[in-house]
């Protein structure tokens, strides 16, 4: 638990929340390509969704999966206007993920048919605190970033 001098403890990290397009199809891709357990689908709406979220007017259907000791919330929004394109990994207040993998190449081959694109090339880090380390960023078909990791052999 982390205290600070305002009063009050944040325990602990809950969840990654991504917003998707489609939530059957990110359900099958978190659950069936990459082997999350689904944990719980429900839905929201009215006053509670727009007090909560700020979405004037909109549905949600909600998927939680969970992969690596690791909550994600797939977020199927209906009603919000949403804008033509998400926007990028270096505009501030974009947020990721990031999983370690022993395989980033293999891990890559899976989810490009599904249509996960890596930002680049993957990458060794040559010096801090992950040097000789393999990373890349990679992007879901709803813009969602999800960073891969691989330690040293």
Do not use: C
Request: avoid cysteine.
């Amino acid at each position: 638990m982390t205290s600070n001098a305002s009063g009050f403890t944040i325990s602990h990290a809950d969840h990654v929340g991504f917003a998707v397009s489609s939530l059957d199809r990110a359900e099958a891709f978190w659950v069936d390509v990459m082997g999350a357990t689904l944990v719980s689908k429900s839905q929201s709406g009215g006053e509670f969704l727009r007090e909560v979220t700020g979405a004037p007017n909109a549905t949600v259907r909600i998927a939680m999966v969970e992969l690596a000791g690791q909550r994600i919330e797939l977020l199927e929004y209906d009603g919000p206007a949403r804008p033509d394109a998400p926007g990028d990994p270096f505009d501030p207040g974009y947020g990721h993920i990031a999983f370690i993998v022993d395989d980033i190449d293999a891990l890559l081959a899976r989810i490009e048919p599904h249509g996960w694109r890596p930002q680049g090339v993957p990458q060794m880090a040559k010096a801090g605190a992950r040097e000789g380390w393999r990373l890349i960023y990679t992007r879901g078909p709803d813009g969602e970033t999800v960073e891969f990791l691989q330690p040293p052999a």
